[in-house]
Every structure is written in C-alpha cells, then in structure tokens.
C-alpha cells in the first residue's frame, strides 16, 4: 500500500512569505502529526491531528499552523518567514495516537530553504 | 517524566565489523521503544519495535535490539556493518500525555553511523 506523500520535496522562499506544505498518510491513518528537522535542534514536534481536529501542539510560534481534511490528508502553513524556518518538514501517519497502537510512519519530507 | 538519552552523536566502524548503538530511555512506566534510521534527506525508517513482547527485537537488515529493563536501556545491534547503514540513527519512547490521555512519540537526539571501507 502507498506511503506517507508530502509534496512539494523541495522549496525555496524568501523572507516574510508564507508556505503551505501538504501530507497524504496512509489510507487507514486518521492520526497526522507534523515535525521540523533542522541540524541544530533535532527533530521537534509541530502538532498532531486526529479527524480534522488538532489534538497536540509543539512549542512553536502561531506563524505555525495546520488543519486536517475529511479524507485525513493534511496541510501545515507557515506565514511570514524567517531564515530560522529553513529545515525538513516531515509529516507522519499513524492509525491512532491515542491508543498506543505502534509505529509511526514518515514521509520523505519537505525540504524548504529561506533565502 | 519520560525521556531518551542517545548517548554517542557519532559512531564509526570499519566495513564488517560489528555496530553498536546506545540508547537509554527513563519511563515511569512500561515503554513502546523504537529505532530508526534516516539516510540523507529522506524520512525516517522504522528498523524494529519493542512492545513488551520479546526482549530480543530482530529487526530489517539484520539490525537488533535488546530491552533491558533492570538497565533502562534498549541498544541497537548488527553483527556486520554495511557500507549502506551509514546513515543517522534515532531512538524514540513512546509516553503517555496524562492530560490528554494521548500518546507522544519522544526522539532521542540522534547518532550518525559512519562505516569505513
């Protein structure tokens, strides 16, 4: 069956643009959670969602947001961007966080570069 | 509080030797412990799982690891280091949000695998 799908792979913008990123999990997954990789910091949670609702959040700024559609896919935007916001998006499914019930999976990721 | 500690950021071996990488987790309950591994710029893998079950988790491309309670401990192992496992490796916990009756998926901060032809 098909993986986690983030599209775009990679992206460059400039300073105080905004970004929208998106994440297809897996057909099954209703659970969505949103990370940000950078060298420095490591992997750091965003936010989770669970049927189109947000369920946790990380420790970021409100430039960082995200929703969740019916059908489980899910978007995460960044609004006014700053050079620090240059790292791996990587966006992961998994059937149900509430329940313990395994493994997350990942997508390949979203590379966006501030310029 | 649950956490995980990786406790070497680089590690290095030559060709076919064996590879071994730490990890020590604290949880005030019983964990779900997992490894994996990133190569450059892709996401990451799920190499094995320990779920209470056994100890002794095998898991793909020949890569274990055992669950030692006594030592909050849960390394990874592979007895023959391949060029292709060079690549950055991560430990993660599983532990419960109290408020929030949800679960959190805790990364250790990461140990790069370098192998020398």
């Known amino acids: 069956k098909a993986g986690v799908t983030q599209t775009p792979r990679y992206l460059i913008k400039t300073r105080g643009q905004q970004v929208t990123l998106s994440c297809s999990p897996i057909s099954g997954h209703r659970s969505v959670s949103w990370y940000q990789q950078t060298p420095g910091q490591g992997l750091q949670f965003l936010f989770e969602y669970f049927s189109e609702t947000q369920r946790n959040k990380g420790n970021f700024p409100g430039r960082f947001s995200g929703r969740q559609f019916s059908n489980s896919r899910s978007e995460m935007n960044v609004s006014t961007l700053e050079l620090g916001d240059s790292a791996l998006y990587l966006c992961?499914?998994?059937?149900?966080?509430?329940?313990?019930?395994?493994?997350?999976?990942f997508g390949e990721g979203s590379r966006l570069t501030v310029l | 509080a649950q956490s995980v500690t990786q406790l070497d950021s680089h590690v290095s071996v030559s060709e076919g030797t064996p590879v071994l990488l730490r990890c020590n987790y604290s949880s005030s309950y019983s964990p779900s412990l997992f490894w994996y591994v990133q190569h450059p710029n892709k996401g990451l893998q799920l190499l094995l799982k320990y779920t209470s079950a056994a100890t002794l988790v095998k898991g793909i491309n020949g890569f274990e690891a055992e669950f030692k309670k006594s030592e909050t401990s849960f390394h990874l192992t592979k007895p023959s280091a391949h060029m292709s496992d060079a690549a950055e490796y991560f430990c993660v916990v599983n532990a419960l949000r109290l408020v929030s009756g949800t679960y959190k998926y805790i990364f250790g901060t990461g140990t790069r695998l370098k192998v020398l032809a």
């Open positions: 992961a499914s998994s059937l149900d966080q509430s329940r313990n019930t395994g493994e997350l999976f």
